[in-house]
């Protein structure tokens, strides 16, 4: 089944990555780690809260890789996640590579060794510190992919709903009865807005029932349950007041918006489409951080913060759209069709073995 595009989907994920571009830029550099000299108290209060644009991020990611999903096929959908994901990341993350070993010393280093495991995006099971810190999140995404992949191995989409359920309730388990390998595999941590974001694509996709509002209300609640415990986290490492208030109203808002998405129900936003905001999103969220931090280092107090903050964003925002024209508009295409060329000759050898061995002639 094709789908038409989601437009309020590349809004919202442009407003994920500017969320976690000011939380980087305008307060977690400065207050925690050492990572920024530069303070910006004019948006730190408000700031703060950016962290919660990677939780935006896990719900959109729920509602569309159930959608590249539902059609069911291993093969389109990892070539679909090869092709979206590792172009613009190849580009990005040796850009930030050549910047570290260029500029960074002594606050950021890496080695070639570190490049290379970064590159395969793989990483973070390799135990391989990260490049840039934004990147933690793609190992998330990774062990969500893992999970769709099983499901398409075992040809199950069409009890999909069923199999969420099942994970929320693993997840509910995991968090109230902790269990170390749980958590890690169910992503326990993250699930309940992969799930809700799923459950949002159940609802825009087949509507509205009361199986999937329970769903998603169980969802609501163990996110905003577990937030409480990021908030306390939050006030410890960085010694500054966080609102558990305020964190619950904004995780409520992004699933409330995702179900208004779900609902088609975004007016005059869902009419437009946010083509170049969505472009934007991905080079940026991955190029934005340590570079950033590294001009900070390098600029200030010689440059006023103002300009500094403003005009860095202003650069990361051009090389993002940089890295979208002229690698993932070129690369992308070319990739996708070498990897469907290997995947069908590959599908077609166990064929081909058999007619050799059988005596039968090779199929063409």
């Given at each position: 089944?094709?789908?038409?595009?989601?437009?309020?989907?590349?809004?919202?994920?442009?407003?994920?990555?500017?969320?976690?571009?000011?939380?980087?830029?305008?307060?977690?550099?400065?207050?925690?780690?050492?990572?920024?000299?530069?303070?910006?108290?004019?948006?730190?209060?408000?700031?703060?809260?950016?962290?919660?644009?990677?939780?935006?991020?896990?719900?959109?990611?729920?509602?569309?890789?159930?959608?590249?999903?539902?059609?069911?096929?291993?093969?389109?959908?990892?070539?679909?996640?090869?092709?979206?994901?590792y172009p613009a990341f190849w580009a990005c993350c040796t850009l930030t590579f050549v910047v570290v070993l260029l500029w960074g010393a002594p606050?950021?280093?890496?080695?070639?060794?570190q490049y290379l495991a970064n590159m395969t995006m793989l990483n973070g099971f390799m135990g391989v510190d990260y490049i840039d810190g934004s990147?933690?999140?793609?190992?998330?995404?990774?062990?969500?992919?893992?999970?769709?992949?099983?499901?398409?191995?075992?040809?199950?989409?069409?009890?999909?709903?069923?199999?969420?359920?099942?994970?929320?309730?693993?997840?509910?388990?995991?968090?109230?009865?902790?269990?170390?390998?749980?958590?890690?595999?169910?992503?326990?941590?993250?699930?309940?807005?992969?799930?809700?974001?799923?459950?949002?694509?159940?609802?825009?996709?087949?509507?509205?029932?009361?199986?999937?509002?329970?769903?998603?209300?169980?969802?609501?609640?163990?996110?905003?349950?577990?937030?409480?415990?990021?908030?306390?986290?939050?006030?410890?490492?960085?010694?500054?007041?966080?609102?558990?208030?305020?964190?619950?109203?904004?995780?409520?808002?992004?699933?409330?918006?995702?179900?208004?998405?779900?609902?088609?129900?975004?007016?005059?936003?869902?009419?437009?489409?946010?083509?170049?905001?969505?472009?934007?999103?991905?080079?940026?969220?991955?190029?934005?951080?340590?570079?950033?931090?590294?001009?900070?280092?390098?600029?200030?107090?010689?440059?006023?913060?103002?300009?500094?903050?403003?005009?860095?964003?202003?650069?990361?925002?051009?090389?993002?759209?940089?890295?979208?024209?002229?690698?993932?508009?070129?690369?992308?295409?070319?990739?996708?069709?070498?990897?469907?060329?290997?995947?069908?000759?590959?599908?077609?050898?166990?064929?081909?073995?058999?007619?050799?061995?059988?005596?039968?002639?090779?199929?063409?």
């Amino acid at each position: 089944m094709a789908h038409s595009r989601v437009n309020e989907i590349d809004l919202l994920r442009f407003l994920a990555a500017l969320a976690v571009v000011f939380f980087h830029y305008a307060f977690r550099g400065y207050a925690a780690d050492g990572a920024s000299p530069m303070p910006y108290p004019w948006l730190a209060p408000a700031a703060r809260y950016g962290y919660l644009g990677a939780n935006l991020f896990f719900i959109i990611s729920g509602f569309v890789i159930l959608m590249t999903a539902e059609q069911g096929k291993l093969r389109g959908f990892v070539v679909s996640r090869i092709v979206r994901l590792y172009p613009a990341f190849w580009a990005c993350c040796t850009l930030t590579f050549v910047v570290v070993l260029l500029w960074g010393a002594p606050r950021f280093q890496a080695t070639p060794g570190q490049y290379l495991a970064n590159m395969t995006m793989l990483n973070g099971f390799m135990g391989v510190d990260y490049i840039d810190g934004s990147y933690w999140t793609l190992f998330v995404e990774l062990k969500f992919y893992a999970l769709v992949g099983i499901v398409l191995v075992l040809d199950r989409m069409r009890q999909v709903q069923a199999i969420l359920a099942g994970w929320l309730l693993l997840a509910l388990l995991g968090e109230f009865w902790p269990n170390k390998y749980l958590r890690y595999f169910l992503i326990v941590d993250y699930a309940a807005y992969f799930i809700g974001g799923a459950v949002c694509f159940l609802v825009w996709s087949r509507g509205l029932s009361a199986a999937r509002i329970g769903l998603l209300l169980l969802c609501w609640g163990l996110a905003l349950f577990q937030s409480t415990r990021a908030v306390a986290a939050m006030v410890a490492h960085y010694r500054t007041g966080f609102s558990d208030l305020v964190a619950g109203a904004l995780i409520s808002a992004c699933f409330g918006v995702m179900l208004l998405v779900a609902l088609r129900a975004g007016g005059p936003f869902g009419r437009r489409r946010w083509l170049a905001a969505g472009a934007l999103t991905y080079p940026l969220y991955l190029l934005h951080e340590n570079i950033g931090f590294i001009a900070f280092h390098r600029l200030y107090p010689a440059l006023n913060p103002h300009l500094l903050l403003w005009g860095t964003l202003a650069l990361m925002l051009a090389a993002a759209w940089a890295v979208h024209s002229q690698v993932e508009r070129r690369c992308a295409p070319r990739l996708k069709a070498a990897l469907e060329r290997w995947s069908t000759r590959e599908s077609r050898r166990p064929a081909r073995t058999a007619a050799r061995d059988s005596g039968s002639p090779t199929p063409p």
